[in-house]
């Protein structure tokens, strides 16, 4: 069985232009979580989308922004880089509804450099 | 953002040593994950706990839900070198917003 796939594995843009990530869950999985991690630090979520609808975000600006198409891929876009926003990306995708419905499994990550 | 005091930070240990971690948080959390993350790479699962107490083992991996339900310990018996990597905690509070909190992470270096 695949796993969580992301696109592209690495970008690298410049301040203020706009990014485009990737991703799409296991076969199966209707949920989407978007993390940020930073260069050595822990993971903060950012995104959460479930049956093609945002559900919850974290404490991002407006410019973190992200949709769910109808085959459960999703797409994160961030907006007006600044260069703290170089971090790696990760996407991870759950089943919902289902005991075990709380275990994410993570995709490899999009490395996001601004420049 | 909020996130899980995990401990040790960082530690070196011999090859075929035990190792302890654990993950503590001032609130209580339904929902226990452990990850383990290799440079370069996404978080793998590793055990899930969905209950108070609840002690679950995964090869060499043993984990336990604490009873106050405000932390976990991981523990890897007899390391091996490719236990190297970023073990994280990750808990789902109760306050059912399903907002997942990971810890700090805690560096593994296991030395031959």
């Known amino acids: 069985e695949a796993g969580v796939t992301q696109s592209p594995t690495h970008l690298i843009k410049t301040r203020g232009q706009q990014a485009t990530l990737r991703c799409s869950p296991i076969?199966?999985?209707?949920?989407v979580y978007w993390y940020q991690q930073a260069l050595g630090l822990g993971l903060q979520f950012l995104l959460w989308y479930d049956e093609g609808e945002e559900r919850n975000r974290g404490n991002f600006p407006p410019r973190f922004s992200g949709r769910q198409f109808p085959n459960y891929s999703s797409e994160l876009n961030v907006n007006a880089l600044e260069l703290e926003d170089s971090a790696l990306y990760l996407c991870?995708?759950?089943?919902?509804?289902?005991?075990?419905?709380?275990?994410?499994?993570f995709g490899p990550g999009t490395r996001l450099t601004v420049t | 953002g909020q996130q899980l005091n995990q401990s040790p930070q960082s530690m070196f240990i011999q090859e075929g040593e035990d190792v302890s971690m654990n993950c503590t948080s001032s609130?209580?959390?339904?929902?226990w994950l452990w990850y383990k993350q290799d440079p370069g790479e996404g978080p793998v699962l590793l055990i899930a706990l969905y209950k108070a107490g609840e002690l679950t083992s995964n090869g060499r991996l043993t984990a336990q839900f604490g009873i106050t339900r405000k932390d976990s310990f991981l523990n890897i018996s007899a390391s091996i070198p490719s236990d190297v990597g970023i073990y994280f905690c990750?808990?789902?509070?109760?306050?059912?917003?399903?907002?997942?909190?990971f810890g700090t992470g805690t560096r593994l270096k296991v030395l031959a």
């Open positions: 076969s199966g999985h209707t949920s």
């Open positions: 609130s209580i959390f339904n929902t």
């Open positions: 990750a808990g789902i509070p109760t306050s059912g917003t399903y907002k997942y909190i």
């Open positions: 991870a995708s759950s089943l919902r509804g289902t005991p075990d419905s709380y275990e994410q499994y």
